[in-house]
């Protein structure tokens, strides 16, 4: 159970274009849903924390306007890189948070490797 | 305030022997504490989380973890490495009734199983 999915698990674009990253919990609802960020060898950066039928909340730092975040449903939210630019290449993670679930276990979903040339 | 430091950013192990990978929290709030594995390229997989239970928790593929209040510790051991642990692991912390949900990473450590 509790097993989270990334689409795509890969992406190569061009400068000034937009991509989307879906993030879905397969198997359960979650109200609650984290993107992160991850430079190679080091820690998952937090980006923003996505609440079901709600604007999200950008940790400080973020571009709302660049990383627009939709979570238009209990198991699917996505991430819009929009016109990107090569310093947005990284390893994109979302992750979710079973609804109802008193402990806060967060499962991963496999993660979005984006380049931009 | 919550934060989580992790005292090696890298440990070297040869097959079959223990492995200990340590980690310090510091928290306002009683904490729960999570591991999680990161294999190259990959997602992360959760091996344990203590979330005020028993203070010893076993996890997947052999690792446990002993939250120690006094010491403010919750180090990670298997008693022995195998190659397929081979990989980048975070200790995490976040208190145990955070309605934000949000986690706190350590920097992660590296592990390295030599034949």
């Known amino acids: 159970g509790a097993v989270v999915s990334q689409h795509p698990s890969w992406v190569i674009c061009k400068s000034g274009t937009s991509v989307k990253i879906e993030c879905r919990s397969l198997?359960?609802?979650?109200?609650?849903m984290f993107w992160y960020r991850q430079f190679p060898k080091q820690s998952l950066m937090l980006m923003a924390t996505?609440?079901?039928?709600?604007?999200?909340?950008?940790e400080q730092g973020v571009e709302k306007d660049k990383f627009l975040i939709n979570h238009a449903s209990l198991t699917l939210s996505t991430l819009t890189v929009t016109s990107a630019h090569p310093e947005d290449s990284s390893f994109y993670i979302c992750?979710?948070?079973?609804?109802?679930?008193?402990?806060?276990?967060?499962?991963f979903g496999p993660g979005t490797r984006l380049l931009v040339l | 305030a919550q934060s989580v430091t992790q005292l090696d950013s890298h440990v070297s192990v040869s097959e079959g022997t223990p492995v200990l990978l340590r980690c310090n929290y510091s928290s306002s709030y009683s904490p729960s504490l999570f591991w999680y594995v990161q294999h190259p390229n990959k997602g992360l997989q959760l091996l344990l989380k203590y979330t005020s239970a028993a203070t010893l928790v076993k996890g997947i593929n052999g690792f446990e973890a002993e939250f120690k209040k006094s010491e403010t510790s919750f180090h990670l051991t298997k008693p022995s490495a195998h190659m397929s642990d081979a990989a980048e692991y975070f200790c995490v912390v976040t208190p145990i009734y955070n309605q934000g949900g949000k986690l706190i990473f350590g920097q992660g450590t590296e592990l390295s199983v030599k034949p």
């Open positions: 996505s609440n079901e039928g709600s604007k999200a909340t950008y």
């Open positions: 198997d359960f609802q979650a109200t609650t």
């Open positions: 992750s979710a948070r079973v609804a109802g679930e008193i402990q806060e276990t967060q499962y």
